[in-house]
């Protein structure tokens, strides 16, 4: 039997495999990293705002991990170039000046993170840290619905339960863990619970939306994560600059920029920054609806790590809550069911769609998914 001369796609076809092989084992590390990142970012930033003692300006932390993230996507840059200062800086001017267009597209995920990453400041200041939990996971729901809305997914109605589930299911166990927590019940004086609120709210907003459009961009071109975040980051730097000044200007001109940092402040700082880049690869190599499974099982994660930490006990409700999260997982990844059965998508376009939400995504949480049998 002669094998007759392999085509180019049959030659390109071992490569290419190797490189979705990497891009998903990328998305594993990357949700996975992410599920303890975020576990320690919350607690970390409520421990520090919550010390008695000087308290730094929130503003100036902002900036810092705005310009942490800039100089770190610089230097990946940097080295993917080998070192070359040229390169690196023919690659920069193309992607910020030459297109510029694509640079102005995003100031408004940046306005809108530098709103969000402030925000967040006020409300973990003015709530108990599992009240702030609880009512952000709105995001959830809000991600689901812009991710229909802005990038045409579909979504099947066992998805959408399971998306409710998810968010039922980590409230539970937030309420549950609150209950449990004396501590967190020996709020300050000068905290303001509405205030607080109002600003989880317009931060569940504010992701999704801007989660979901920078999803829009990074994947609608062919621009490197480190390149969108070097062009993020230098709106976010002048954006959060401006809200230094605008917030806490005089204040800050009189006790200098790095008032109140400690060793504690710092590690939060860095913690932010690193996660706002793996929230980027995580939407790169996944999306924001995965990254918001992830985060909800971080939330069960630390839950059960506080168990050893600081002997907290786990009862029926937790069980439940938990279990509500692990059941949503599944449920999120079952296969759709065949074409013709209703899915709630923004309209008929799902065929235009980016990358349709498919059960077989989940397979970063559940490697051995059922999710092979596409439905669409
Ligand atoms: O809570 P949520 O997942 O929306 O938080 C996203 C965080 O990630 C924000 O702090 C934002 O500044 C950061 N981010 C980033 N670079 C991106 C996307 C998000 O630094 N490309």
């Known amino acids: 039997m002669a094998a007759g001369p392999r085509s180019k ?24 990293v992410l ?16 010390l008695p003692g000087d308290r730094f300006f929130a503003t100036s932390a902002v900036v810092m991990a705005e310009v ?33 267009k ?26 108990p840290a ?34 409710l589930l998810l968010f039922a299911g980590v409230a539970i166990v937030q309420v549950q863990q609150e209950g449990n927590k004396e501590a967190s019940l020996a709020n300050g004086a000068n905290q303001n619970y509405t205030v607080g609120l109002v600003a989880v709210v317009i931060s569940c907003l504010s992701s999704g939306f801007a989660g979901v459009y920078f999803e829009k961009i990074l994947k609608g071109s062919s621009a490197s994560v480190w390149m969108r975040n070097v062009q993020l980051g230098i709106f976010g ?26 060793g504690m402040v710092w590690c939060v700082i860095f913690n932010q920054a690193f996660g706002g880049l793996l929230v980027a690869v995580v939407v790169k190599y996944a999306d924001n609806i995965l990254k918001g499974f992830a985060t909800s099982f971080s939330i069960v994660v630390s839950t059960v790590m506080s168990v050893y930490l600081f002997g907290f006990h786990v009862d029926l409700l937790f069980t439940v809550g938990a279990g509500m999260v692990i059941g949503a997982v ?28 498919e059960g077989d995504e989940m397979e970063a949480f559940l490697p051995k998914s059922a999710g092979k049998e596409k439905g669409s």
């Not at 796609?9 to 996975?32: F, G, H, V």
């Not at 689901?144 to 990038?151: K, T």
């Open 9 to 32: 796609a049959e030659e390109d076809a071992p490569a290419s495999r190797a490189q979705s092989d990497a891009n998903r084992k990328l998305k594993y590390i990357s949700l996975a």
């Open 35 to 50: 599920v303890v990142q975020n576990a320690s970012l919350i607690l970390s930033i409520r421990y520090v705002r919550t």
């Open 68 to 100: 942490l993230k800039l100089v770190t996507c610089l230097l990946i840059i940097l080295l993917q170039t080998r070192l070359s200062l040229r390169e690196t800086a023919g690659l920069l001017h193309d992607a910020i000046v030459v297109q510029y």
């Open 102 to 127: 694509d640079t102005l597209k995003l100031a408004v995920p940046s306005l809108i993170y530098t709103l969000q990453n402030n925000l967040q400041y006020v409300a973990i200041s003015n709530l």
């Open 130 to 163: 599992a009240t702030f939990q609880v009512t952000y996971q709105l995001k959830i729901l809000t991600t689901a619905l812009f991710s229909v809305l802005m990038l045409r997914k579909s979504l099947s109605r066992v998805q959408w339960v399971s998306l």
């Open 237 to 262: 730097t002048v954006l959060g600059l401006l809200g230094l000044w605008w917030n806490d200007g005089p204040a800050i001109a009189e006790r200098g920029f790095l008032y109140g940092y400690t």
């Open 330 to 357: 599944y449920m999120y990844s079952l296969p759709k069911a065949p074409a013709g059965s209703p899915s709630l998508s923004s309209s008929s376009a799902s065929s235009a769609s980016p990358r349709a939400v």
